[in-house]
């Protein structure tokens, strides 16, 4: 299974890019996984932010494809401890899907036409972290389900 985490924008903030690719690296021997960033609409800054959250809902529903299965990072969604999360990707690996889409919204979340597409949404937290901090959060709950699901000793 792919597993393909959908971003907006570039994380601007050096140590949390470091500590996203350091999370990248540790999950390669675990699974194939990609940080897939969309860039972000031109003129951001002249727009509402429920119109920033249209314009970059447009560009996510162009990346999402028919054959992966969603899940949207959202502060309303099911708050899954570390082992549930693990479990929820175990299931989907053995029932054999071939990917699994994680999408994370820019500073103002997402569209409701982006709702009205993914099959399934969590939240990390019922706590507000800037959605950059929430790439690396979240990079490091992928890896901790990872050593979850092969029982070795990182989740204690």
């Known amino acids: 299974m792919k597993i393909t985490v959908l ?8 140590y949390l890019q470091k500590g996203i690719d350091l999370y990248v690296t540790r999950l390669k021997p675990y699974i194939d996984v990609e940080l897939k960033i969309i860039p ?16 970059e809902g447009k560009l996510i529903l162009k990346h999402l494809t028919v054959s992966a299965d969603t899940i949207l990072l959202d502060e309303l969604g099911q708050q899954p401890t570390s082992t ?3 479990a929820l990707i175990e299931r989907k690996m053995v029932q054999g899907l071939r990917e699994l889409t994680f999408i994370i919204g820019g500073p103002y979340g997402v569209s409701d036409e982006v709702k009205k597409n993914v099959r399934s949404t969590i939240a990390l937290s019922r706590l507000t972290f800037t959605h950059q901090m929430v790439r690396l959060i979240f990079f490091e709950q992928l890896y901790r389900a990872m050593t979850i699901i092969r029982g070795e000793p990182y989740h204690h």
């Open 84 to 86: 549930e999360l693990a």
């Open 40 to 55: 972000e609409p031109k003129d951001v800054r002249h727009l509402s932010p429920a119109q920033q959250a249209i314009a």
């Open 7 to 14: 971003t907006v924008g570039k994380t601007s903030i050096d």
